[in-house]
């Protein structure tokens, strides 16, 4: 079977314009309809903020319709596509992995929870604070001498305003604050999900046990715990098909699974296709 071409990686030197100044961060502008139908990853992380607009913006294989006042936040290695709309209007700020990691302690959730909620309904009062940040990162940028303290800042007020926002919006994060220790669960499958896909393994690490985990994660999350790892086995199964040119058995291994047949039973249980079917193209 033909697998899908490896999916391109676009790094944030492919969008400078300025090839004399130092495109870590960028500002730049969306007007009218936009199509990027083949999926593709980024090296780098990404606000955008949409004024007006329509369409759709998939991320990690999850479709979000696309409306006015959203901020959506994109991280690297994320796969990704879009389809906007005629009116749509929208401002993004990109900034290099390197700079975002000085600052992503300014996004108060673990990184993976926004991951998971990665687009924000905004208020008009809170679009009209990120878009005045927006702009005031576009004037600094243009700036033949930039203040990159300045542009810092702002970003990190970005940063703090959408937690602010994640907050009100995704009643879910609160179960971080009242149980931090879910949030430190999901931290260890971020770290291990690959080797370790026992619930056991996890419950030992944070000194609770097995069945204790389980009925926090089903009171607060509604699912087991077993789930959470299920979903970033699967998650980064897809990203691997879509993104690596090695086989199959070769991606199973990658992930822990040593025997193919295993796998791919793994796989089609979880999303109703077989790896291979997966990769075929549309």
């Known amino acids: 079977m033909k697998a899908k071409s490896n999916i391109p990686v676009l790094r944030i030197n492919d969008f400078q314009i300025d090839l004399q100044s130092d495109g870590s961060i960028q ?42 006042h959203q901020l959506h936040l994109l991280f690297p290695g ?8 005629e009116n749509t209007r929208a401002f993004q700020i990109m900034i290099s992995k390197r700079i975002f990691e000085i600052f992503a302690t300014s996004l108060r959730y673990d990184l993976i929870r926004y991951q998971e909620n990665p687009v924000l309904a905004l208020s008009a009062t809170a679009f009209q604070q ?10 600094e940028l243009s700036l033949e001498t ?16 959408a937690s602010r926002e994640a907050e009100e919006r995704f009643a879910g994060l609160t179960a971080y604050q009242t149980k931090p220790i879910l949030a430190d669960y999901l931290s260890l499958i971020e770290l291990n999900f690959k080797q370790q896909r026992s619930v056991a393994f996890y419950a030992e690490k944070l000194n609770i ?3 204790y985990l389980n009925i926090l994660c089903k009171k607060h999350f509604h699912s087991s715990a077993t789930s959470f790892i299920h979903n970033r086995l699967i998650l980064e199964s897809k990203r691997l098909l879509l993104t690596s040119k090695n086989s199959v058995k070769e991606i199973a291994y990658e992930l822990g699974f040593y025997d193919l047949a295993y796998f791919s039973k793994f796989f089609k249980m979880q999303t109703g296709t077989s790896p291979r079917e997966f990769r075929l193209p549309l």
């Open 27 to 68: 500002y730049h502008e969306i007007f009218g309809s936009r199509l990027i139908d083949k999926a593709h990853q980024h090296d780098f992380f990404l606000f955008l903020l949409f004024e007006n607009g329509g369409g759709t913006h998939t991320i990690d294989f999850i479709q979000h319709d696309v409306s006015s």
């Open 130 to 139: 990120l878009l005045y940040e927006f702009k005031e990162i576009q004037a």
């Open 146 to 161: 930039r203040l990159w303290d300045i542009i810092s800042s702002r970003c990190r007020i970005i940063a703090q305003l």
């Open 209 to 211: 046990t097995p069945n």
């Open 78 to 85: 994320q796969v990704h596509t879009w389809s906007l709309s």
